[in-house]
C-alpha cells in the first residue's frame, strides 16, 4: 500500500476505517440518457432480453462506468408493483428515510421541510454499530421532476460530501408495464477530487481488495465469470444495496404497519445475501439488532 503523509493522511486513515467507500459509493447519478415515459419504455423494450434471461434470477440490468472524477451506476429493473402504488410511496421523502435506511452504513435519515424545499439530513458511516453524530453527515435536497399517469421522476442531490466528495445525484424514474408491473431507472453517480481518490485506493488495497461488482468482464480457465472490480464493483455494489432497499420497503407495505419493519429488514437481508459474494457484510442477527436501534432512534426523533 502506498505510503501516505502530510495534510490528507488523518482523513484517509480515518477513511479507511470508516469504511469510506460506502459513503463514496451512496453517490448517485442524475443526467438519465433515456428520460421521459417515451425514453424509459424504449429502454425497457431494448433491455427486455437481458431482464428476462440473466446470473441475477430476477429482472435486473446493471451498467457502470467511470469518466474523469466522476464514477456513474445504473440499474434497470422490473418491480413486481402496480404503478401507482410505486409512484405513490417514492413520491415520499419519509418513505425515502425509510429505504435509505436498510444498507448497513445508513446511521440515520431525517425528512426535514416541505415541498421543494424538502432535504434528508442523512447520516453515513460504519458497517457496525456507530453513534449517528460520529457519522458523515450528507444533507439532500429533494426534487420533485414528474409525476404523471404513465411516468414518475425524482431526484436526491447534494452538493458535497466527505472527504472532497461533490454532485451527489440520486435519480429514480419509473413508468407502468403490463400485468401491474413498473420498469423502474434507478441511477447514481459523485464526484471526488484527490481526497475521495486516495480513500478510495486504499480501500481497494485493503478491505476492499478482493470484493467485485456484477457485471461480467470475462470468463477464466474454468469458463466462470470474471466480475468487475475496483470503483466501478464498489459502485455497482452500492448500487444493488439501494434497489434492494426500494423493492424491500415495497414488499414491507403489503403487511399491517406494526409488521412492516421486521418485514422490511427481513426482506433487505435475504435479497443481499443471495449475492453473498459481492454483498455479505454480517450476520443476520447483527444487521437486525443494528437496524432496529437506528429506527427506533429515528423514530424517536421524528416525535
Same mark, same amino acid.
Given at each position: 500500500? *502506498?505510503?501516505? &503523509?502530510?495534510?490528507?493522511?488523518?482523513?484517509?486513515?480515518?477513511?479507511?476505517? &470508516?469504511?469510506?467507500?460506502?459513503?463514496?459509493?451512496?453517490?448517485?447519478?442524475?443526467?438519465?440518457?433515456?428520460?421521459?415515459?417515451? $425514453?424509459?419504455? !424504449?429502454?425497457?423494450?431494448?433491455?427486455? $432480453?437481458?431482464?428476462?434471461?440473466?446470473?441475477?434470477?430476477?429482472?435486473?440490468?446493471?451498467?457502470? !462506468?467511470?469518466?474523469?472524477?466522476?464514477?456513474?451506476?445504473?440499474?434497470?429493473?422490473?418491480?413486481?408493483?402496480?404503478?401507482?402504488?410505486?409512484?405513490?410511496?417514492?413520491?415520499?421523502?419519509?418513505?425515502?428515510?425509510?429505504?435509505?435506511?436498510?444498507?448497513?452504513? *445508513?446511521?440515520?435519515?431525517?425528512?426535514?421541510?416541505?415541498?421543494?424545499?424538502?432535504?434528508?439530513?442523512? =447520516?453515513?458511516?460504519?458497517?457496525?454499530?456507530?453513534?449517528?453524530?460520529?457519522?458523515?453527515?450528507?444533507?439532500?435536497?429533494?426534487?420533485?421532476?414528474? /409525476?404523471?399517469?404513465?411516468?414518475?421522476?425524482?431526484?436526491?442531490?447534494?452538493?458535497?460530501?466527505?472527504?472532497?466528495?461533490?454532485?451527489?445525484?440520486?435519480?429514480?424514474?419509473?413508468?407502468? /408495464?403490463? $400485468? $401491474?408491473?413498473?420498469?423502474?431507472? /434507478?441511477?447514481?453517480?459523485?464526484?471526488?477530487?484527490?481526497?475521495?481518490?486516495?480513500?478510495?485506493?486504499?480501500?481497494?488495497?485493503?478491505?476492499?481488495?478482493?470484493?467485485?461488482?456484477?457485471?461480467?468482464?470475462?470468463?477464466?480457465?474454468?469458463?466462470?465469470?470474471?466480475?468487475?472490480?475496483?470503483? =466501478?464493483?464498489?459502485?455497482?455494489?452500492?448500487?444493488?444495496?439501494?434497489? /434492494?432497499?426500494?423493492?424491500?420497503?415495497?414488499? &414491507?407495505?403489503?403487511?399491517?404497519?406494526?409488521?412492516?419493519?421486521?418485514?422490511?429488514?427481513?426482506?433487505?437481508?435475504? &435479497?443481499?445475501?443471495?449475492?453473498?459474494?459481492?454483498?455479505?457484510?454480517?450476520?443476520?442477527?447483527?444487521?437486525?439488532?443494528?437496524?432496529?436501534?437506528?429506527?427506533?432512534?429515528?423514530?424517536?426523533?421524528?416525535?
Amino acid at each position: 500500500m *502506498t505510503f501516505i &503523509s502530510g495534510p490528507w493522511a488523518g482523513a484517509i486513515r480515518a477513511a479507511a476505517k &470508516s469504511g469510506a467507500a460506502c459513503v463514496l459509493g451512496l453517490a448517485a447519478l442524475g443526467a438519465q440518457a433515456y428520460s421521459g415515459p417515451a $425514453g424509459l419504455q !424504449s429502454k425497457y423494450a431494448e433491455l427486455r $432480453g437481458q431482464l428476462s434471461d440473466n446470473n441475477f434470477h430476477r429482472p435486473l440490468y446493471i451498467e457502470s !462506468s467511470e469518466a474523469g472524477d466522476t464514477l456513474k451506476g445504473d440499474i434497470y429493473a422490473v418491480l413486481d408493483y402496480p404503478f401507482a402504488s410505486v409512484s405513490s410511496t417514492l413520491k415520499n421523502p419519509a418513505d425515502w428515510c425509510d429505504i435509505m435506511l436498510l444498507p448497513f452504513n *445508513t446511521k440515520a435519515c431525517r425528512a426535514q421541510g416541505g415541498n421543494e424545499q424538502t432535504t434528508l439530513q442523512v =447520516r453515513i458511516g460504519r458497517k457496525s454499530g456507530q453513534a449517528a453524530q460520529d457519522a458523515y453527515p450528507l444533507e439532500f435536497r429533494w426534487q420533485p421532476i414528474a /409525476l404523471k399517469p404513465d411516468y414518475f421522476e425524482s431526484r436526491l442531490v447534494a452538493a458535497k460530501g466527505p472527504i472532497g466528495t461533490r454532485d451527489y445525484d440520486i435519480s429514480v424514474s419509473v413508468v407502468p /408495464l403490463d $400485468g $401491474g408491473h413498473t420498469f423502474m431507472h /434507478l441511477s447514481y453517480s459523485y464526484g471526488y477530487g484527490f481526497a475521495g481518490r486516495m480513500a478510495m485506493q486504499t480501500y481497494l488495497a485493503t478491505t476492499g481488495a478482493e470484493k467485485v461488482g456484477f457485471s461480467v468482464s470475462g470468463k477464466d480457465g474454468n469458463g466462470q465469470p470474471v466480475y468487475i472490480g475496483g470503483v =466501478r464493483g464498489a459502485i455497482e455494489r452500492t448500487a444493488m444495496r439501494y434497489y /434492494l432497499a426500494i423493492d424491500a420497503h415495497l414488499a &414491507s407495505l403489503k403487511v399491517p404497519p406494526d409488521q412492516q419493519l421486521e418485514k422490511r429488514l427481513q426482506t433487505w437481508f435475504n &435479497s443481499s445475501e443471495r449475492y453473498a459474494r459481492q454483498l455479505h457484510e454480517m450476520d443476520r442477527a447483527t444487521y437486525v439488532t443494528m437496524k432496529l436501534g437506528e429506527y427506533g432512534r429515528q423514530q424517536a426523533a421524528a416525535r
